[in-house]
């Protein structure tokens, strides 16, 4: 299976600032996913890089806010932009592997802890 | 660490009982449906998917039934083990690209 770093683990941020989170694959993949999960909840889809194409954007999220680059088939960054309390949440990088136990699933990194105070 | 899921529907069992974790989907036009384990401080962790024309799959200890008359999945898991104490996620994705989507999530004590 893919393997993703995924970097920084945890931070917290003075509101107003801004973010890059970096993920990097030790594959070549077509595409990679940022995924949000707030606390206590699900994961949400915030939207999908493709290499050499900006990214697409789920319902909710624009790029000016989480602008997103993905300028090789093994790396990308998120950056949340202008943080408030309410951004704190787990940011997570994800892929499609077709290398690992199905041709469907997602290998996900372990996570960007924000907090946002 | 600090765990997600705090507020998510939870299931305790004892050990070496077996566990019946359910999930309801709602769009009927998707082919597969994936099991995902986070355990605190981690990412989703694969565990068994299934294919909308199937009803059910079996892996390690693990069994996954799809009813697709009520948009039901469910993953059970035999002789549950300290280990399992997860969040537990159903996900629904369509083929071609499209993107998966993932249920609410359970959280799973199991009791020594």
């Known amino acids: 299976s893919a393997v993703i770093s995924q970097k920084p683990s945890r931070d917290i941020c003075q509101r107003g600032t801004s973010l890059t989170i970096q993920c990097q694959v030790d594959s070549q993949v077509t595409m990679m996913f940022w995924y949000r999960q707030q606390p206590g909840q699900s994961l949400t889809l915030i939207a999908t890089?493709?290499?050499?194409?900006?990214?697409?954007?789920e319902s909710g999220f624009v790029i000016d806010k989480f602008p997103i680059s993905r300028p090789n088939l093994t790396f990308s960054t998120l950056t949340v932009s202008n943080m408030s309390p309410e951004d704190s949440s787990i940011y997570l990088c994800?892929?499609?592997?077709?290398?690992?136990?199905?041709?469907?699933?997602?290998?996900f990194g372990s996570g960007t802890r924000l907090t946002v105070v | 660490g600090e765990s997600v899921g705090l507020h998510l529907p939870t299931l305790s069992v004892q050990e070496g009982d077996n566990s019946i974790i359910n999930c309801a989907y709602s769009n009927s036009a998707s082919d597969y449906f994936i099991w995902y384990k986070q355990e605190s401080g981690k990412g989703p962790q694969f565990i068994i998917d299934i294919r909308s024309n199937m009803d059910k799959r079996q892996g390690q200890r693990v069994t996954v039934l799809l009813n697709k008359t009520v948009k039901h999945l469910s993953l059970q898991i035999a002789a549950t083990q300290p280990g399992d104490s997860a969040v537990y996620f159903c996900?629904?994705?369509?083929?071609?690209?499209?993107?998966?989507?993932f249920g609410a999530g359970t959280r799973l004590f199991v009791k020594a």
């Open positions: 996900a629904e994705k369509r083929t071609g690209g499209f993107k998966t989507i």
């Open positions: 890089a493709n290499q050499g194409s900006e990214a697409t954007y």
């Open positions: 994800s892929v499609e592997d077709s290398t690992g136990p199905t041709n469907y699933g997602y290998t």
